[in-house]
């Protein structure tokens, strides 16, 4: 099957990128020829909160980085690109970028899969729906990676062909032992924004510590708003002891050893759609602490892979958390074994394709 991915792909940063390049990957190894067209900018510099790429990642093997957000004739050419070809895929995760998606789509004029990251965005806008509409209609079949995320589709855009994948980690890291506690080291991974409720995860380890649990929180990556009024909520609380702030990114190859050296994750999201480092977690073998939107009730298995709380509030976060340790070996060794791949991802799309248009795409 010959395939063209045309969206973000190492080395440029970020968790959308990440999923491209192992869907990327894991079309390639089980069989499929694949070509990708990626971003050379795919936002104005000054709305980048981040770096743009990762320096320390070397561009996947094959990608063409000739698309720029300014220039919708490097959009139309990326579509001519995929003319011939079995399938497009393209990622969805916000409707900004719907008048590329869609010239990409007219000029392709191939069968087209679309992997829908957000199919409602984290901070909606007035005409949000309406563009996403626009582009999702448009495409012969929709993957997601949660169930939550499917039923969503289907109320957006009713009767178009759908399936979903479970997320797999999107940074390959290995399985390491707990280290020594007490005291429990707990990690918030990833950029910090008003919807991941990092207020909830800090009231919670304020009201653990109140009770005497050992307890410290690591907060590592990039923050949406400016970091000064999260140290003083830290001073407000005393909690300068407990709560270390690792602001900026992380670069793939710090991943292993940064959830290496915690006991659990924390995802104390006030709303989502599914979680990337739910993912990393369960690889890491580190138990998740969640709270219960979105597919993260999914992506957590309940006294298997880790905890979720009862509600979306401090208190029974805190709650969520005493589980955890209480149980923190039986939690990691069930993370460990539900490990997925981007080969199943792979396999679910191609899948997918042949249900939708009635032949075998071929391989390689």
């Not at 923190?328 to 899948?351: E, F, M, N, P, Y």
């Amino acid at each position: 099957m010959r395939v063209v991915y045309i969206g973000p792909v190492a080395p440029l940063s970020g968790g959308i990128s990440h999923c491209g390049s192992g869907l990327v990957r894991g079309l390639r190894r089980t069989g499929h020829e694949v070509e990708v067209v990626s971003w050379a900018a795919q936002w104005p510099a000054k709305l980048y909160r981040s770096p743009a790429r990762d320096a320390t990642v070397a561009p996947l093997p094959g990608a063409k980085f000739t698309m720029k957000w300014w220039s919708p004739r490097s959009w139309w050419r990326a579509g001519r690109a995929a003319r011939g070809a079995d399938l497009l895929i393209l990622p969805w995760v916000t409707p900004l970028q719907a008048p590329s998606y869609r010239t990409i789509m007219a000029a392709a004029r191939v069968p087209t899969l679309i992997v829908v990251h957000n199919p409602r965005p984290h901070e909606p806008r007035p005409g949000d729906m309406a563009m996403t509409r626009s582009v999702l209609r448009r495409a012969d079949a929709l993957l997601t990676h949660s169930e939550a995320a499917l039923r969503t589709v289907r109320e957006v855009v009713p009767g178009k062909p759908a399936a979903f994948a479970p997320h797999p980690p999107n940074i390959a890291v290995g399985a390491h032992p707990l280290p020594p506690h007490p005291p429990i080291k707990a990690l918030f991974f990833g950029i910090v924004r008003p919807y991941k409720g990092l207020d909830v995860a800090f009231d919670a380890i304020a009201a653990l510590r109140e009770r005497d649990l050992p307890i410290e929180l690591t907060v590592a990556g990039e923050f949406w708003d400016p970091i000064d009024g999260w140290r003083e909520r830290i001073a407000d609380a005393g909690l300068e002891a407990a709560v270390e702030l690792r602001p900026g990114y992380v670069p793939d190859h710090a991943v292993e050893e940064l959830f290496a050296t915690h006991h659990i994750v924390v995802a104390s999201y006030r709303s989502a759609t599914q979680s990337g480092v739910v993912p990393l977690a369960i690889a890491a073998g580190r138990p998740t602490v969640a709270t219960p939107v979105g597919a993260l009730t999914e992506q957590v298995i309940d006294g298997e892979t880790g905890i979720v709380a009862a509600h979306a509030d401090a208190a029974s976060f805190a709650a969520a958390i005493e589980r955890a340790v209480a149980e923190i070996d039986k939690l990691a060794s069930g993370a460990r074994a539900h490990a997925t791949t981007w080969d199943a991802v792979a396999r679910t799309a191609v899948a997918l394709v042949r249900s939708v248009t009635g032949s075998a795409p071929r391989a390689r």
